[in-house]
């Protein structure tokens, strides 16, 4: 079992920074591919950004290219999301995300992922 437990949301102002970060237990986080997710009130559950697990490789929503760096630190079992140029449209929960399956690739449906951190807020004033 892998508990994911993410940290460093809050409220930030328009163009402004933030960064996310995940704390991964339970298994060793070398052997999992790690992405993130949002949620928006009335709004399905979208990827942000995720993974793989040496971090050669990534992949980010179009919305955030450009804006949000994933990156991983594996002998600290906890993975990061730097996020700036925020907007407002950015708001939402952001949830840290792992699975085991395919890890040398990122996978960017939900169902694909095993695991699930609470979720932390984000919320860009404008």
């Known amino acids: 079992q892998v508990q994911l437990v993410e940290s460093g949301g809050g409220l930030v102002q328009n163009g402004g920074s933030l960064r996310l970060s995940c704390a991964a237990s339970g298994r060793t986080l070398s052997s999992l591919a790690m992405g993130w997710f949002r949620q928006a009130p009335g709004k399905e559950r979208e990827f942000v950004a995720g993974i793989n697990w040496n971090g050669d490789t990534t992949d980010y929503a179009d919305s955030v290219k450009g804006r949000f760096t994933i990156s991983r630190h594996n002998a600290k079992s906890t993975v990061y999301l730097q996020m700036n140029s925020l907007k407002p449209e950015d708001t939402a929960v952001y949830y840290c995300?792992?699975?085991?399956?395919?890890?040398?690739?990122?996978?960017?449906?939900?169902?694909?992922?095993?695991?699930w951190g609470q979720g932390t807020q984000v919320t860009v004033s404008s």
């Open positions: 995300a792992a699975e085991g399956d395919t890890i040398v690739l990122v996978t960017t449906t939900p169902g694909q992922y095993d695991y």
